[in-house]
């Protein structure tokens, strides 16, 4: 799957096929295939994993315990560190495009706007600022991936402060 992921990096989607996959991965051409009848199930199979992994940590700084730590500044660093270096982001925004056109890959990224909209939850129970919110945050890393200069931790956190203002009675730690 790690294979796959750096072989999208490297020459996009298309790029993918059972035999650049497994020379990627240091293995004969038919452990991919067996393991993936087509494609299109290793790449369903990559989106699912990658959408699994980002919504584990969304959902771990949402369950993580108030210990002073703004949680919106914890958000920021990780989305840095996702862009340095941006390969393994630049690979899921491939996969997620891809599933514009194939339905059958939509359900992978389903957890992870459930993920996004409880993050948005610990600072507000406006599900208009929710939504938006959760389709900011992609958009905030897809204009990273395009910029020369990555934006920083710092520059992150004051646009998720923007998004996800402090309410009265909250603090988001």
């Given at each position: 799957?790690?294979a796959?992921?750096?072989?999208?990096?490297?020459?996009?989607?298309?790029?993918?096929?059972?035999?650049?996959v497994?020379?990627?991965?240091?293995?004969?051409?038919?452990?991919?295939?067996?393991?993936?009848?087509?494609?299109?199930?290793?790449?369903?199979?990559?989106?699912?994993?990658?959408?699994?992994?980002?919504?584990?940590?969304?959902?771990?700084?949402?369950e993580?315990p108030?210990?002073?730590?703004?949680?919106?500044?914890?958000?920021?660093?990780?989305?840095?560190?996702?862009?340095?270096?941006?390969g393994?982001?630049?690979?899921?925004?491939?996969?997620?495009?891809?599933?514009?056109?194939?339905?059958?890959?939509?359900?992978?990224?389903?957890?992870?706007?459930?993920?996004l909209?409880?993050?948005?939850?610990?600072?507000?129970?406006?599900?208009?600022?929710?939504?938006?919110?959760?389709?900011?945050?992609?958009?905030?890393?897809?204009?990273?991936?395009?910029?020369?200069?990555?934006?920083?931790?710092?520059?992150?956190?004051?646009?998720?402060?923007?998004?996800?203002p402090?309410?009265?009675?909250?603090?988001?730690?």
């Amino acid at each position: 799957m790690e294979a796959t992921v750096r072989v999208i990096a490297r020459d996009g989607a298309a790029g993918v096929t059972h035999r650049t996959v497994a020379r990627e991965a240091g293995l004969p051409t038919t452990a991919t295939t067996y393991y993936f009848s087509s494609i299109d199930a290793l790449l369903t199979a990559v989106l699912t994993q990658c959408m699994e992994e980002d919504s584990a940590r969304i959902e771990a700084l949402v369950e993580a315990p108030d210990e002073g730590a703004d949680k919106r500044r914890s958000l920021a660093v990780l989305m840095a560190e996702l862009l340095t270096p941006p390969g393994h982001l630049l690979a899921e925004f491939e996969l997620c495009l891809l599933a514009v056109r194939r339905p059958e890959q939509r359900a992978a990224t389903r957890r992870w706007q459930q993920a996004l909209s409880a993050f948005a939850r610990v600072f507000t129970d406006d599900p208009l600022r929710v939504k938006l919110f959760a389709r900011a945050y992609d958009g905030l890393l897809l204009q990273g991936l395009l910029d020369d200069r990555p934006p920083t931790a710092d520059e992150f956190e004051e646009l998720l402060r923007e998004l996800l203002p402090d309410a009265p009675g909250r603090d988001g730690c």
